[in-house]
C-alpha cells in the first residue's frame, strides 16, 4: 500500500506571533489498476515541535486542514503524520510585526521594480 501526503501547505509560512496559521494537503493512495493517486480518507496526526497537537480525520476528497497559533517568536516544525504510515515536515516562523511590515515593504518594491522594467522594455520596443 503506497500513500502520500500531496500538496502539503501554509496559509503563511512567517506570520506573526499570535496569528492563526492553517495547515492544508491532501491524504492519497496508490491504485495499482488505475495507475494514479485517488484520495484516501484516513487519520492524520499533528506534531508540534514534537508534541501532540491533535488527530483528525480527512474529508472524503482526502483533503485535510488544521489551525495553530504561537505565543513565542521563533521556528516551530510541524509535522503531519498519515496513518502512522507517512509523515511530512513544514517549517513556520513567527514574527514580530515589525519583520512582517519590512518584508512586505520588500515585496512591494519588488513589485513596483518589476512593473518600472516592464514599461521601459516596452517603451523601448515602442520606439525601436
Same mark, same amino acid.
Given at each position: *500500500?503506497?500513500?502520500?501526503?500531496?500538496?502539503?501547505?501554509? %496559509?503563511? /509560512? $512567517?506570520?506573526?506571533?499570535?496569528?492563526?496559521?492553517?495547515?492544508?494537503?491532501?491524504?492519497?493512495?496508490?491504485?495499482? @489498476? $488505475? $495507475? *494514479?493517486?485517488?484520495?484516501?480518507?484516513?487519520?492524520?496526526? &499533528?506534531? #508540534?515541535?514534537? *508534541? =501532540?497537537?491533535?488527530?483528525?480525520?480527512?474529508?472524503? =476528497?482526502? +483533503?485535510?486542514?488544521?489551525? &495553530? %497559533? %504561537?505565543?513565542?517568536?521563533?521556528?516551530?516544525?510541524?509535522?503531519? !503524520? +498519515?496513518?502512522?504510515?507517512? @509523515?511530512?515536515?513544514?517549517?513556520?516562523?513567527?514574527?514580530?510585526?515589525?519583520? /512582517? $511590515?519590512? !518584508?512586505?515593504?520588500?515585496?512591494?518594491?519588488? #513589485? !513596483?521594480?518589476?512593473?518600472?522594467?516592464?514599461?521601459? +522594455?516596452?517603451? !523601448?520596443?515602442?520606439? #525601436?
Amino acid at each position: *500500500m503506497k500513500v502520500r501526503i500531496a500538496g502539503l501547505h501554509a %496559509s503563511d /509560512k $512567517k506570520p506573526v506571533v499570535g496569528e492563526d496559521v492553517v495547515i492544508r494537503g491532501y491524504a492519497q493512495i496508490y491504485d495499482d @489498476k $488505475k $495507475k *494514479m493517486w485517488l484520495p484516501l480518507k484516513a487519520r492524520v496526526k &499533528f506534531l #508540534v515541535d514534537g *508534541m =501532540n497537537y491533535g488527530t483528525i480525520y480527512t474529508h472524503s =476528497n482526502g +483533503l485535510f486542514e488544521f489551525t &495553530f %497559533s %504561537s505565543n513565542v517568536k521563533g521556528r516551530r516544525k510541524v509535522e503531519v !503524520i +498519515l496513518e502512522d504510515v507517512c @509523515k511530512k515536515e513544514i517549517e513556520i516562523e513567527f514574527i514580530d510585526e515589525r519583520e /512582517k $511590515k519590512r !518584508i512586505q515593504r520588500i515585496g512591494t518594491i519588488a #513589485v !513596483i521594480i518589476l512593473i518600472v522594467l516592464i514599461v521601459i +522594455l516596452y517603451l !523601448i520596443m515602442v520606439i #525601436v
